[in-house]
């Protein structure tokens, strides 16, 4: 017996999940929400090659292979920023980089404060922030939330526009520091921040927001490489991203400091009611040897726009 549905209730149900889907935006927040349906990229980290032996490294036992820091300035162009990964670049997968997802273009409701951006740094240096990778005894990672507070903008909301790393040495360790750059909005302010990692990345799966989602991620975060067929060796790789949606070529052999760096994106997205969700924060993380990020995403409201 034919147990399959039809007729034109069936139908009405179809269309009104098309026109009316169950995980759509607020009404008082369509207009965000729109402004924000945009393409997004990935900015990456491109300057001037060093070679190793001049790039910062760090090094968490007495044998164990060097992590590589790229530390070259990562700009969205004054965009919104909507998302953070860590990445091992090079061929050798050993050099870490931080990328960041940004909006194509920038949504007409957010207006840039002047031409100068804020460069937000806390130097406090506080030995409670610093957490070792392995051991007490090799490289440590500043664990400090990096956040630009409103007492430092005269009350303005501001959104991360640049980010890049900083290895310093203190006290014959090396430390890991993240670091940005920030740019100001006028006749913003946040209305409310959340903080989120790689272990707590929930996504909804409506159609109205699957559908956004997927027409506007395809092709993020792709690598460029070589048109000629490369060898069976992780050496080759361009860069290694492990739990990526995306289509990033992977090597076969997963890179050794892979164990040392947790490489899964942390973004929101249209999927992420109400949908218009940008990068506020963030601070490197250790866990379970690894270092990994969490990022704190903000939602703005803009008084200008309601009278």
């Not at 409670?128 to 409103?150: I, N």
Request: hydrophobic share 35%; charged share 25%.
């Amino acid at each position: 017996m034919d147990c399959s549905l039809s007729g034109p209730s069936v139908k009405l149900s179809s269309v009104n999940q098309l026109m009316y889907p169950a995980d759509k935006p607020p009404t008082e927040e369509l207009h965000q929400f729109l402004q924000f349906q945009l393409p997004r990229e990935w900015a990456l980290g491109v300057g001037p090659r060093r070679r190793k032996g001049k790039s910062p490294a760090l090094q968490f036992s007495f044998m164990g292979s060097k992590l590589y820091v790229n530390t070259a300035k990562v700009n969205s162009g004054r965009r919104p920023v909507t998302g953070i990964c860590l990445f091992l670049e090079g061929r050798k997968s050993d050099h870490l980089g931080i990328h960041l997802q940004h909006l194509a273009n920038l949504p007409s409701i957010i207006q840039i404060l002047g031409n100068h951006d804020l460069e937000y740094a806390d130097d406090s240096l506080d030995k409670a922030y610093f957490e070792p990778v392995s051991s007490k005894m090799f490289s440590h990672v500043c664990t400090a939330p990096v956040e630009c507070l409103d007492s430092h903008t005269g009350g303005y909301a501001c959104i991360v526009t640049k980010a890049w790393f900083e290895v310093r040495l203190i006290k014959r360790k090396k430390v890991l520091f993240l670091r940005f750059e920030y740019s100001i909005l006028s006749s913003s302010i946040i209305r409310r921040s959340e903080w989120s990692g790689t272990s707590s990345i929930v996504r909804k799966s409506g159609f109205f927001s699957t559908l956004l989602s997927t027409r506007l991620s395809k092709g993020l975060h792709q690598i460029e490489t070589d048109p000629k067929p490369l060898k069976d060796d992780a050496s080759n790789a361009v860069g290694y991203h492990g739990e990526s949606n995306t289509d990033q070529p992977v090597p076969t052999k997963p890179p050794k400091m892979l164990r040392f760096v947790d490489t899964k994106e942390v973004v929101r997205g249209p999927e992420d009611m109400p949908g218009h969700w940008m990068v506020t924060g963030a601070r490197l993380c250790v866990q379970d040897g690894k270092i990994s990020i969490k990022v704190k995403h903000s939602l703005l409201d803009y008084p200008d726009m309601d009278n």
